[in-house]
T-cell receptor, first 113, second 114 residues
């Protein structure tokens, strides 16, 4: 099992460009999450999908959109990238919604110039 | 409002030492307290978790101590090894259905010198 996979691993964007970060899990998990990690800030939840067909905002959703494409895949879209969105983005999944182990992907390092 | 405060930001110990990382929370509804370990260039991974019905939980060399009245919990690493060098995040959440939200501390960078 690959667990949680993310593409791309690295990306450089110019201000105003758009891109989609892809995430897939092969553990048949119901819940998926997108976090961003900034130095000294810990992990902050951007959006989550408690189950297939649902998505909801987390702590820092502004400037992002998500799509739960199917049970396996959960994508994060930046419509008009800004330098403040320079960060490392992690996708995670858990078997069910609630206080259970979250499995994280390897991350995407995004730089917006 | 920072709901989970983690300290110290960084910690250096010698091999065999016992690093201690502390976290404090504000929300009395929190009832699930995991610790995640992250190596450079990798995603975080669950290390150990505790619920407030116990005051201590051990898994191998890792121990969580929990003080409900003080709203604090801590991670102790016994006989620390250079391979334990990583960033450690505490987190807290409630377990209440639609109100569930996992809040992370800001992390502690641990270095274990040989």
């Amino acid at each position: 099992n690959a667990g949680v996979t993310q593409t791309p691993k690295f990306q450089v964007l110019k201000t105003g460009q758009s891109m989609t970060l892809q995430c897939a899990q092969d553990m048949n998990h119901n819940s998926m999450y997108w976090y961003r990690q900034d130095p000294g800030m810990g992990l902050r939840l951007i959006y989550y999908s408690a189950s297939e067909g649902t998505t909801d905002k987390g702590e820092v959703p502004n400037g992002y959109n998500v799509s739960r494409l199917n049970k396996r895949e959960f994508s994060l879209r930046l419509e008009s990238a800004a330098p403040s969105q320079t960060s490392v983005y992690f996708c995670a999944s858990s078997e069910i919604w609630g206080p259970y182990e979250q499995y994280f992907g390897p991350g995407t390092r995004l730089t917006v110039t | 409002q920072q709901q989970v405060k983690q300290s110290p930001q960084s910690l250096i110990v010698q091999k065999g030492g016992i690093p201690i990382i502390n976290c404090a929370y504000e929300n009395t509804a929190f009832d699930y307290f995991p610790w995640y370990q992250q190596f450079p260039g990798k995603g975080p991974a669950l290390l150990i978790a505790i619920r407030p019905d116990v005051s201590e939980k051990k898994e191998g060399r890792f121990t969580i101590s929990f003080n409900k009245s003080a709203k604090q919990f801590s991670l102790h690493i016994m006989d620390s090894q250079p391979g334990d060098s990583a960033t450690y995040f505490c987190a807290a959440s409630n377990s209440g259905g639609s109100n569930y939200k996992l809040t992370f501390g800001k992390g502690t960078l641990l270095t274990v010198n040989p």
